[in-house]
């Protein structure tokens, strides 16, 4: 095995051990809890809590640890406008609906070959989870771990290779991770996109920021417009001039988004410019050296089982 596969065969074991050291901390955090008090554990807010601790916080340092074994390249920081921010927020959000329009169609056709219901468990997480949880956890907590676990700690590690290959291999396991094909498409979208700004700007804050806006957008502020739609549509008396305004809010704001974003998308895919400034090698055979290797191939298998199981193709 030569030193780029080898090296490409670390991070795929560096991102096996990020999904599978929580589940064991998280484990032992719940055993732990359950001497305590076990109807503690019980509450999916609760849940929710003990599973942000585990898959953020305490992998956190260990997965710096891992990944500082692997020499990192510092990319050209470049400051973005506050249109240009815009613009790409408006893509962003473009981006998320069009990855879960794909995955309802794609799952639901599945679903149907199958007999089987797919569920989305992110849908089931917001739907279960208080509304301080979503905006805490999913808005918040979320975006600014996964951004570094998937961009900044990742990129900087394969930027050298060229910033292509980077933003691909970004995507590719940004999705994969999610675990479910409900989610694979959009995060493969959106991990792809954020991996463009970063490479592009060298700062990791601004796709904190476009990941909170998604992730705030996709779970807080569509769960205030579902509420809303319902009172209005069930003619519920609590249904007043607040349902309205939300429901007009979040169809306007939609309406830009698509607008601005879809516009954006289509009139300059063909001048997308990627930063290749930070290259300093080039791979005859990338697929093959990324991921042909026991680290990445082993990644892939495991997320392709847990994919499997979601679609309950696998009993476990």
Sequence with gaps: MNEHKKL????????????????????I????????????????????????????IIILPVFIYLMNKIESTKITETKLGIKKFLIYLCIALTLMWIG????????????????????????ELIQNS????????????????????????????????????????????????????????????????????YTKTGKIIYTII????????????????????????????????????????YLTTLVIVWSVGLYTIFTNYKNIEVNDEEREIYLEKPVK????NLGMALFVIYHIFRILVSLSLIKI
Excluded: C
């Design 8 to 27: 490409f065969s670390k991070i795929g074991f560096n991102y096996l051990l990020l999904a599978l050291l929580p589940i064991l901390f998280q484990i």
């Design 29 to 56: 955090l719940v055993n732990i809890i359950a001497l305590w008090d076990v109807n503690f554990i019980k509450n999916i807010n609760n849940q929710t809590v003990i599973s942000s601790l585990t898959n953020y």
């Design 100 to 123: 879960n329009i794909i995955g309802l169609v794609i799952t639901q056709i599945l679903g149907n070959a199958i007999t089987n219901e797919i569920v989305n468990p992110i849908e």
């Design 130 to 197: 208080s509304i301080y949880i979503n905006l805490i956890i999913i808005s918040i907590i979320a975006p600014i771990f996964e951004e570094l676990f998937f961009r900044k700690l990742l990129i900087d590690r394969t930027i050298k290779y060229g910033a292509t290959l980077s933003i691909l291999l970004s995507a590719f396991i940004f999705a994969l991770f999610h675990g479910n094909l409900n989610q694979f498409f959009y995060a493969f979208l959106l991990g792809a996109f954020f991996a463009y700004v």
């Design 210 to 249: 476009l990941h909170a806006f998604v992730n705030f957008y996709g779970s807080v502020a569509s769960t205030f417009f579902n509420l809303a739609k319902e009172n209005i549509v069930h003619g519920i008396t609590m249904a007043n001039i607040g349902d309205i305004t939300i429901i007009i809010l």
């Design 289 to 292: 050296t990324v991921l042909l």
